[in-house]
């Protein structure tokens, strides 16, 4: 579905007044308001394209109504959200709940919506009919050279279809581990994956990255062979300078702290991106934004202050994708919340006083620091996001139209109740 862009701009028009009052107030407290906004309209952040339809967990899955049946509608989807935010120009394929049987057909589409195709993501975490040998003892980690052979070729291939679609960059997320003690030796499962992740690294094109995506746990208890930050800065640094580590805020133990992950990885030249969520307990898979929004906001301090530091370029020197599923929530309107959550956050760091920080934290000075810290974060910022979506033609208040417009019951209608899309 689309929403015509005279709705859009009757939508805008109805909150207009009330919108310039308030970017009016928040711009005369704020210096560099212009290039606040050029940075909030450039930053776009990738939509999984297994995120569209509801989730669930292994308990039941209860399904939304009108989800996507394919690809095709799946790019529909993301192109709806990127009309009304103005910011989910990308989409990021896990193989081979995705497969692009015509690609041309696919890119075009794509195309038509403005959104580009984003990291690439493997799958040697689920048996898939047909195939040869069961991943159920681990992918790339596994005792037996053909099971992890599958899994190279697996990856080598979710790189061609990458190839394709001018994607320039895979995901890999390996469940590999072990339930029990004694069930694995560590230091073989490492080795057997570090050979894998090598074959699967040579068969990248020159200008590809790999991002080597960790997880304290689950599906296995007991040890997870890429389990930590640590973990996969190693074998991104074994593999060479294409190789990065990925955060996934969901994929720590609780209380981890993730600002300073990110901000030594940063240092090193190996944060390569990012999956976002929000969790109470483990990988929860909630909305981003929605449990810890502090937290969001530290990282995103710690990521412009290293970007900067190293004169990165905000929107395409990392790679920024959700990685949340919905289980109660309609999805579109919880990836249009998550988007904003982002946007909140990253807005609100970029009003930091950097060079006041500095001073406190070279004065020892704590509680200045954490005052700057909390003003930021204490600024309603979100007339800054609503006025960049303005600028690019977006709507002022996505999930109001989204609702106006009747969205969902409209894809209820032309998809069916009972549809259910392909992912976890
Ligand atoms: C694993 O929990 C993960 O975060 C990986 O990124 C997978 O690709 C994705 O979730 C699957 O939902
Ligand atoms: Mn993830």
Request: proline fraction near 3%; hydrophobic fraction near 40%.
């Amino acid at each position: 579905m689309q929403i015509e862009k005279n709705k859009i701009e009757e939508h805008n028009q109805s909150l207009l007044k009330d919108h310039q009052r308030k970017f009016e107030f928040i711009s005369s407290q704020i210096s560099d308001v212009e290039n606040i906004l050029k940075k909030l309209s450039d930053f776009q952040i990738a939509i999984p394209s297994w995120a569209l339809g509801s989730g669930g967990t292994r308990f039941g899955r209860f399904s939304i109504g009108g989800e996507p049946r394919n690809l095709e509608e799946k790019i529909e989807d993301i192109g709806l959200l990127h009309a009304l935010n103005k910011s989910s120009g990308a989409i990021s394929l896990h193989i081979p709940w995705d497969i692009p049987e015509n690609v041309s057909h696919i890119k075009s589409l794509a195309a038509h919506h403005g959104i580009r195709f984003d990291a690439m993501n493997s799958n040697t975490f689920q048996d898939q009919p047909g195939q040869k040998y069961s991943y159920k003892f681990g992918s790339l980690q596994n005792v037996n050279p053909a099971i992890r052979k599958q899994a190279i070729d697996h990856n080598i291939d979710v790189i061609k279809y990458g190839v394709s679609l001018g994607s320039k960059s895979l995901t890999v997320w390996l469940s590999d581990g072990s339930c029990f003690p004694g069930q694995l030796n560590f230091r073989k499962a490492f080795q057997n994956t570090l050979e894998g992740l090598k074959e699967i690294y040579a068969a990248l094109p020159a200008d590809w990255k790999i991002f080597v995506e960790y997880k304290a746990y689950e599906p296995n208890f007991y040890s997870t062979t890429v389990g930590d930050w640590g973990q996969s800065f190693l074998y991104a640094s074994k593999l060479g300078e294409k190789a990065f580590t990925l955060v996934d805020l969901g994929h720590h133990l609780p209380n981890a702290n993730i600002e300073q992950i990110v901000s030594l990885l940063l240092m090193e030249k190996k944060l390569g991106g990012f999956h976002f969520n929000d969790s109470k307990y483990g990988d929860d898979d909630l909305t981003v934004g929605s449990i810890k929004p502090y937290q969001l906001f530290l990282i995103f301090n710690e990521l412009v202050e290293g970007m900067d530091a190293r004169g990165m370029n905000h929107a395409t020197d990392l790679g920024w994708m959700i990685d949340a599923s919905h289980n109660v929530k309609d999805p579109l309107e919880d990836l249009l919340q998550s988007v904003e959550a982002i946007k909140i956050s990253y807005a609100q760091s970029l009003l930091i006083d950097r060079k006041k920080l500095n001073e406190a934290q070279n004065n020892n000075d704590v509680a200045a620091a954490q005052e700057i810290l909390q003003n930021a974060f204490r600024t309603d910022v979100r007339p800054l996001v609503r006025e960049a979506r303005l600028r690019s033609n977006g709507a002022l208040d996505p999930i109001a139209i989204y609702r106006n417009e009747k969205v969902r019951e409209y894809l209820i209608e032309q998809r069916g109740i009972k549809t259910i899309a392909t992912g976890l």
